[in-house]
């Protein structure tokens, strides 16, 4: 029987996560046929220069020191963007208040999401997590270093949405990708993960 529209809008988040999925599969199968800690260093994550909610220009230095929780999403996302940032919010809020982390919101549409309109929007979650955006050159390198797939899907009247990976990347104290977080598992669990490279 052919799929109705409540069915494809239900899978559609299931087939993002599964094109991520499947490019990171492939990233760690370079990594492990390319010999460890150096080739992970290169193969996910990398330079980058952008701007922060509050205007300040900013790269990957500047959350070295201390592990980074990285996702790519939009503020116009209507569930999987927010859902995440809300689960990471809950994660963060579990770690010690002593520890330094990093939690980035890097956005895939930076047409639309200035760093005005990031600092609004984040403002529902925890303080600790930075919105990041830039030119489009600046955006696309970025994404193009973390192996983030993104789409434009046009919809009526001139508006898009667009579908991206959902991947959380964490990453160690040198910038460095270490796994995928899971923020299917309890907060507690994958608090205690983010532990173990403070």
Same mark, same amino acid.
Do not use: W
């Given at each position: 029987?052919?799929?109705?529209?409540?069915?494809?809008?239900?899978?559609?988040? /299931?087939?993002?996560?599964?094109? !991520?999925?499947?490019?990171?599969?492939?990233?760690?199968?370079?990594?492990?046929?390319?010999?460890?800690?150096?080739?992970?260093?290169?193969?996910?994550? !990398?330079?980058?220069? /952008?701007?922060?909610?509050?205007?300040?220009?900013?790269?990957?230095?500047?959350?070295?020191?201390?592990?980074?929780?990285?996702?790519?999403?939009?503020?116009?996302?209507?569930?999987?963007?927010?859902?995440? /940032?809300? %689960?990471?919010?809950?994660?963060?809020?579990?770690?010690?208040?002593?520890?330094?982390?990093?939690?980035?919101?890097?956005?895939?549409?930076?047409?639309? %999401?200035?760093?005005?309109?990031?600092?609004?929007? /984040?403002?529902?979650?925890?303080?600790?997590?930075? !919105?990041?955006?830039?030119?489009?050159?600046?955006?696309?390198?970025?994404?193009?270093?973390?192996?983030?797939?993104?789409?434009?899907?046009?919809?009526?009247?001139?508006?898009?949405?667009? %579908?991206?990976?959902?991947?959380?990347?964490?990453?160690?104290?040198?910038?460095?990708?270490?796994?995928?977080?899971?923020?299917?598992?309890?907060?507690?669990?994958?608090?205690?993960?983010?532990?173990?490279?403070?």
């Amino acid at each position: 029987m052919p799929m109705n529209a409540k069915q494809k809008r239900l899978l559609l988040p /299931l087939a993002i996560l599964a094109l !991520g999925l499947v490019a990171l599969i492939g990233a760690a199968a370079f990594i492990v046929s390319s010999g460890g800690e150096q080739a992970r260093a290169s193969v996910i994550g !990398g330079p980058f220069t /952008l701007t922060d909610q509050n205007g300040a220009r900013v790269t990957e230095a500047t959350y070295r020191g201390a592990p980074s929780i990285v996702f790519f999403g939009y503020t116009h996302c209507p569930d999987v963007c927010p859902t995440t /940032l809300f %689960d990471m919010s809950e994660v963060l809020k579990r770690l010690p208040a002593d520890k330094r982390v990093s939690a980035l919101f890097i956005t895939v549409d930076p047409e639309r %999401d200035t760093p005005a309109a990031l600092k609004e929007y /984040l403002s529902s979650f925890d303080p600790r997590i930075s !919105g990041l955006s830039g030119l489009r050159p600046e955006i696309d390198a970025t994404l193009k270093a973390y192996r983030v797939y993104s789409k434009k899907q046009p919809q009526e009247n001139g508006e898009y949405s667009l %579908d991206h990976s959902a991947i959380i990347y964490l990453m160690d104290k040198q910038g460095r990708f270490v796994t995928a977080l899971n923020l299917q598992s309890p907060p507690e669990t994958v608090a205690k993960e983010i532990q173990r490279y403070m």
